[in-house]
């Protein structure tokens, strides 16, 4: 079985606030992804990432920045947050392009 | 522009009915379609997937039909059970070999004992 684990759990930040969350998997994964999910959007892709030092864009990038230092590691950088960015926030994990893709459990922010 | 559409936002069964939910897409491109469940304070979870070249996919009590010509697909579940209950996901993936899946706002599946 795959594992994705996020941390923290939970953030609470205040507007202007500097945000890491973090993102391990553990399944020598080469695709790792950041989404968003809000009632009445779904989830939504914030960035994503092919392997080691690579990133890509996704639909919702606007505020946020990415960074995958390692196969393992996926990092989301709120550099200023803002309420708006107030959400819960998924990594996953994929083998490849269309293949399944393995979720954490999320982290739930808020942004006061 | 939403790509990938769901409906309905939410639907309540009775156990032991079928639930059928609902899924259209905008780009011919799209090729791989998988569903995914997701219950409360987890992550979605891979449920059933389909490809293109299929118009039929059955897992158990989970069918998914597909038909490419109207561009839409539907999950249905029989002998629905409250452990059903759960926010099921659309997704597409283009066959360019992006990675990238565009999700569904999702339909929230409430199954009545």
């Known amino acids: 079985e795959a594992a994705v684990t996020q941390s923290p759990r939970n953030k609470v930040t205040v507007t202007g606030g500097n945000v890491t969350l973090s993102c391990r998997q553990t399944n020598s994964h080469n695709y790792m992804y950041w989404y968003r999910q809000d009632t009445g959007h779904g989830l939504r892709l914030i960035h994503y990432?092919?392997?080691?030092?690579?990133?890509q864009i996704g639909d919702v990038p606007d505020g946020y920045k990415a960074t995958r230092t390692t196969q393992e590691d996926f990092f989301l950088l709120l550099e200023l947050a803002s309420p708006s960015q107030t959400s819960l926030y998924f990594c996953?994990?994929?083998?490849?392009?269309?293949?399944?893709?393995?979720f954490g459990s999320g982290t739930r922010l808020t942004v006061l | 522009q939403q790509q990938v559409r769901q409906s309905p936002q939410s639907l309540t069964v009775w156990e032991g009915e079928t639930a059928i939910l609902n899924c259209s897409y905008e780009d011919s491109t799209f090729n791989y379609f998988p569903w995914y469940q997701q219950f409360p304070g987890e992550g979605p979870a891979l449920l059933i997937s389909?490809?293109?070249?299929?118009d039929k996919k059955e897992d158990g009590r989970f069918t998914i039909f597909f038909n490419k010509r109207e561009k839409k697909l539907s999950l249905h579940i029989t002998d629905s059970q409250p452990g059903d209950s759960a926010t099921y996901f659309c997704a597409a993936v283009t066959g360019a070999n992006t990675g990238k899946l565009t999700f569904g706002h999702g339909t929230i599946l409430r199954v009545h004992p």
């Open positions: 996953a994990s994929s083998g490849g392009a269309a293949e399944t893709l393995y």
């Open positions: 389909i490809s293109s070249v299929s």
């Open positions: 990432s092919y392997g080691a030092g690579n990133l």
